[in-house]
């Protein structure tokens, strides 16, 4: 049974340009959810998708934006790279359901992200 | 705004004894808590996720919820020198309807380290 997959595992990028990085959920699971983590942080929620809709938003800015696919796989593109978006980005799966909000939610191993 | 607190630590232990982790929250719409566990350059783990009050047990782990006091807790009994790690407490609000799991609240974490 195939766990939450996440790519690329390292990426160097200059300030102003841009990313995009790709997690697929783990079988079974349906909504994805991304978090970044600062060094010496808890991890931060950026933006969760499921039905390949944005549901629920953290309180990043319009360069971070997402997409889901018919397969539940996830791309997260953050445009205008700044210093500050230096850190781990995280994507966690988790099963939606029609009730939701209870969920466990499973880690992929992340994609540190340096911008020069 | 939900907040998580937790002591950063370290929280020195000697091996065998019991670890002790504290995390307290803000909104008293928290429905869910989990414990992830993460060593350092790795992702975060889920360990344990507690919806009721009271104690929930699973092997050397117990998570302990208080709602009205609005604090949950993790205990390690026989701690081992590879629990050495950062414990990430983090909640979940109910979400109402839509479907989806909401996105996690973290703390920064509880840095504990197992003195053999």
């Known amino acids: 049974d195939a766990g939450v997959t996440q790519s690329p595992t390292h990426l160097i990028k200059t300030r102003g340009q841009q990313v995009t990085l790709r997690c697929s959920p783990k079988?079974?699971?349906?909504?994805v959810s991304w978090y970044q983590q600062a060094l010496g942080q808890g991890p931060q929620f950026i933006f969760q998708?499921?039905?390949?809709?944005?549901?629920q938003r953290g309180n990043f800015p319009d360069r971070f934006s997402g997409h889901q696919f018919p397969n539940y796989s996830s791309e997260l593109n953050v445009n205008a790279l700044l210093l500050g978006d230096s850190a781990l980005y995280l994507c966690?799966?988790?099963?939606?359901?029609?009730?939701?909000?209870?969920?466990?939610?499973?880690f992929g191993p992340g994609t540190r992200l340096t911008v020069l | 705004q939900k907040e998580v607190e937790q002591n950063s630590g370290p929280l020195s232990v000697p091996e065998g004894a019991i670890a002790s982790l504290n995390c307290t929250y803000s909104?008293?719409?928290?429905?869910?808590f989990f414990w992830y566990r993460q060593y350092s350059g790795k992702s975060p783990e889920l360990i344990m996720f507690?919806?009721?009050?009271g104690d929930k047990e699973d092997g050397r782990f117990t998570a302990q919820l208080n709602k009205a006091s609005q604090y949950v807790s993790l205990l390690i009994r026989d701690s081992q020198p590879s629990d050495s790690a950062t414990y990430l407490c983090?909640?979940?609000?109910?979400?109402?309807?839509?479907?989806?799991?909401?996105?996690?609240?973290f703390g920064k974490g509880t840095h504990l380290i197992i003195q053999p």
């Open positions: 966690a799966s988790s099963w939606g359901g029609l009730a939701g909000g209870m969920n466990e939610q499973f």
């Open positions: 079988s079974g699971h349906d909504t």
């Open positions: 998708y499921y039905e390949e809709e944005e549901r």
């Open positions: 909104d008293r719409g928290s429905q869910s």
């Open positions: 507690i919806y009721s009050n």
């Open positions: 983090a909640l979940l609000a109910q979400r109402g309807s839509g479907g989806g799991a909401d996105g996690l609240t």
